[in-house]
């Protein structure tokens, strides 16, 4: 059972190139999530998704977009890597919207 | 957005019990109580959720307010595992609604336990 998972759980890149953070669950939920977490801000979210093909903002969206194009895939790319955007990405997926989250292992994304 | 506060910190010695308090007074009434959990180097983990009865699973009990302003997330006999940042957050329970399915986290309560 695989579960949830996230790629790469490392990187470490340059101001202004793009990377993208995968994100694959197993479980076919609906809803797939996308947060950030930084020392004194906590967990934030950037984007979630309902279903396939239906997305909206979170409280941070701002440099980030996303995409489902598969129910089991919800890829989060930051077009043009900030330093600001140093973080810990944690991607979550649910059953439905009842507030059962299951999250990934994080990837640690730095920004130079 | 309704807010939930919480104590930065609480300290517990192994196999005794731990009260970890949250205050939202401004819960309405389709709103749901969740608890997650975080240990360290590693994504959150749900708890428990509730509405408006008391709730007991095998991790935690969820014991809400009558006016469900309050609530307190028991932790029977604590370990060294249960060393983590407790999140108190509430949900919109309304389907379909704006926020429906997110979850907002707030600072949460780091819970040490000692040996």
């Known amino acids: 059972d695989a579960g949830i998972t996230q790629s790469p759980r490392y990187k470490i890149t340059e101001t202004g190139r793009q990377v993208t953070l995968m994100c694959h669950q197993t479980?076919?939920?609906?809803?797939m999530f996308w947060y950030r977490q930084d020392l004194g801000h906590g967990l934030r979210l950037i984007y979630y998704?309902?279903?396939?093909?239906?997305?909206d903002k979170g409280e941070v969206p701002d440099g980030y977009v996303v995409s489902r194009s598969k129910t089991e895939n919800f890829p989060l790319t930051l077009e043009s890597a900030t330093r600001s955007q140093t973080s810990v990405y944690f991607c979550?997926?649910?059953?439905?919207?009842?507030?059962?989250?299951?999250f990934g292992e994080g990837s640690r994304l730095t920004v130079l | 957005d309704a807010k939930t506060t919480q104590p930065n910190s609480m300290e517990s010695n192994e196999e005794e019990p731990v009260h970890l308090p949250c205050n939202h007074s401004t819960i309405s009434g389709t709103d749901y109580i969740h608890w997650y959990r975080q240990l360290p180097s590693q994504g959150p983990e749900y708890v428990i959720h509730?509405?408006?009865s008391n709730v007991n699973n095998r991790m935690a009990s969820l014991a809400i307010a009558e006016d469900r302003k309050s609530s307190t997330l028991i932790l029977h006999r604590a370990t060294l595992r249960d060393a983590a940042v407790y999140y108190c957050i509430l949900r919109d329970g309304i389907a379909g609604g704006t926020s429906y399915g997110k979850l907002t986290f707030g600072q949460g309560t780091i819970l040490t336990v000692h040996p």
């Open positions: 479980w076919s939920h609906s809803y």
């Open positions: 509730g509405l408006t």
């Open positions: 998704s309902a279903a396939a093909d239906i997305t």
């Open positions: 979550a997926s649910s059953m439905l919207g009842t507030g059962e989250l299951f």
